[in-house]
């Protein structure tokens, strides 16, 4: 992909129906890449936690809890500017690159040279070694970020996905190889440097563009000024997800924290495969019908539609059979792992559905008001993980599923008042999942009681049996209970619509000729 063209400015991208097209296809692509990434990880999740110890995944966590909020310098910020900025010149793109490339190189030594400190402070020598090996990804990443945001503009999310599952795949085999070797955490380390190279030469090879010298050009100031509005959101928002890794790291030790990050990688693992890839794509989109307030709440709510429906159902499933997840999983020795993660599964629906009021911040370009809402959060969340500290790793994992019970209203209200989008009607889309998925959830519980139709059966395949019968037992009293306080099919059929996009055109087709929308039939919008 060639992004400017000979005069400098950025080639046109889709509008219209042609903008909505595009958009869902970016979303299907990333969906689709991120389901490959989630089978190669669950793949290395089964294999890892047999080759190493929580130890070993407790002091890498200790060093990733500061070196990736480095790491992300650049792509948060720089590349939600390139997507949301109207206008953008290959002289600006130029700038942002070398800035972006300046500040990592110094962060990268600053990290490395902060070992001994984090030694100390998590009293584990090892941890120095680690933090100069995790150094490498800070400088390696910024590399890549301005060329992986603007294939993003253009709407090349099928390669991003490309890229993204292609770096995920090397660093899984690395891994593994590493620590069949006997390369205990190192092997995650060098894993992890994997990944970054790959993705970064990945989006040079994608993106062909050269930056310019660095020099004057419009919109470089203002730009600066969005990007570090909205790294600095991320940075509180990071600190707030990672003062938990901090105080069980430096509470509890290693080992406490291996079970505690284990439970926690479960815990996000829905926002990271649905939510995230949608991320860049809604965006995009909204930034382009930010003027027109019924047009942008059309298009938010729709999303969070699908969200509700998939993420509550999720949850509460998830709440259900986690424990018996990671018996079969991680095997033998992780027990505390899936007590721990019970305390998260009722807050999963609730975090997807919360963190969409980044998209409402960021696609009407006010990301200095969600840099406000980032210091509100944290002082939230961190003082729940303070009080809750004495009750160990288990304390900190209700903290979280709480914090997002309280958060979620007071921050939809928040980001949607400069275009006038309200709680309410926010509250009338999602209300009814959280009652279905209740419902359903204790419904569930009940029946298995009372008629445990695997409930005796020991070890893996036992596990595996009782989370596949309690699903399909969940699932279907949820969609009935959806149908039920529906009225009808209209979120389904919604979904359904959605995915007729987000699947190549032929398999779209053959798929849902079938399907038909709330209303019973297609809207020609719809058939776009």
Not at 9 to 24: D, I, N
Not at 149 to 178: D, E, K, S, Y
Not at 394 to 399: K, T, V, Y
């Amino acid at each position: 992909m060639i992004p400017f063209q000979p005069d400098g400015s950025f080639h046109l991208v889709a509008t219209g129906h042609g903008l909505r097209r595009s958009a869902v296809r970016g979303v299907g692509a990333s969906i689709v890449g991120q389901a490959g990434s989630f089978v190669v990880m669950i793949g290395s999740v089964v294999i890892l936690a047999r080759l190493l110890t929580p130890t070993d995944f407790g002091i890498v966590t200790m060093v990733t809890t500061f070196s990736l909020l480095f790491r992300s310098f650049g792509l948060n910020g720089f590349t939600e500017l390139i997507m949301q900025r109207e206008e953008l010149t290959h002289s600006l793109a130029s700038n942002l690159f070398w800035i972006d490339l300046g500040i990592g190189a110094i962060l990268t030594l600053a990290f490395a040279g902060s070992g001994r400190l984090l030694a100390l402070f998590y009293h584990s020598p090892a941890v120095a070694q680690v933090t100069a090996g995790m150094s490498l990804t800070i400088g390696i990443g910024c590399l890549g970020w301005i060329h992986m945001g603007l294939l993003q503009r253009a709407m090349h999310f099928r390669t991003t996905a490309i890229i993204n599952f292609v770096g995920q795949l090397l660093l899984v085999i690395v891994t593994i190889i590493l620590a069949v070797a006997g390369w205990h955490y190192w092997a995650l380390v060098w894993g992890s440097v994997t990944q970054t190279v790959v993705v970064a030469a990945g989006a040079w090879w994608a993106c062909q563009w050269l930056p310019g010298r660095p020099g004057r050009a419009a919109g470089t100031g203002s730009g600066l000024k969005f990007a570090m509005n909205v790294y600095s959101h991320f940075a509180f928002s990071y600190t707030t997800r990672n003062t938990d890794n901090l105080l069980v790291g430096w509470r509890f030790g290693a080992r406490s924290l291996g079970f505690y990050k284990k439970a926690y990688d479960l815990f996000v693992l829905p926002e990271t495969q649905l939510l995230a890839p949608m991320s860049a794509v809604v965006v995009s989109t909204l930034s382009r019908v930010s003027g027109d307030r019924e047009e942008f709440q059309r298009y938010f709510l729709r999303a969070i539609t699908v969200l509700a429906l998939v993420g509550m159902g999720v949850g509460a499933d998830f709440a259900l059979v986690g424990k018996d997840l990671f018996r079969f999983l991680l095997g033998p020795g992780w027990e505390e792992a899936g007590h721990i993660f019970a305390l998260f599964g009722p807050g999963i629906g609730v975090m997807l559905l919360y963190n969409t009021h980044g998209w409402v911040h960021l696609s009407i370009g006010r990301p200095d008001r969600w840099f406000r809402w980032g210091l509100m959060e944290f002082v939230c969340t961190a003082s729940l993980f303070l009080l809750a500290l004495h009750w160990g790793p288990s304390g900190i994992a209700l903290a979280w599923t709480i914090s997002y019970f309280l958060l979620m209203f007071p921050g939809f209200a928040y980001a949607g008042k400069p275009i006038g989008l309200g709680i309410q009607p926010v509250f009338a889309v999602i209300w009814k999942f959280f009652a279905a998925s209740g419902l359903a959830g204790i419904a569930t519980a009940l029946v298995v009681r009372v008629v445990p139709p695997f409930g005796t059966a020991a070890g893996a395949l036992g596990a595996f049996a009782r989370m596949v019968s309690d699903s399909v037992i969940f699932f279907a009293l949820y969609l009935v209970g959806v149908i039920v306080l529906y009225r009808g099919f209209k979120p389904i059929n919604e979904t359904i619509s959605l995915l007729r996009h987000l699947l190549p055109e032929r398999v779209a087709e053959i798929a849902f000729a079938a399907a038909v929308d709330a209303d019973g039939a297609l809207s020609q919008g719809d058939r776009t």
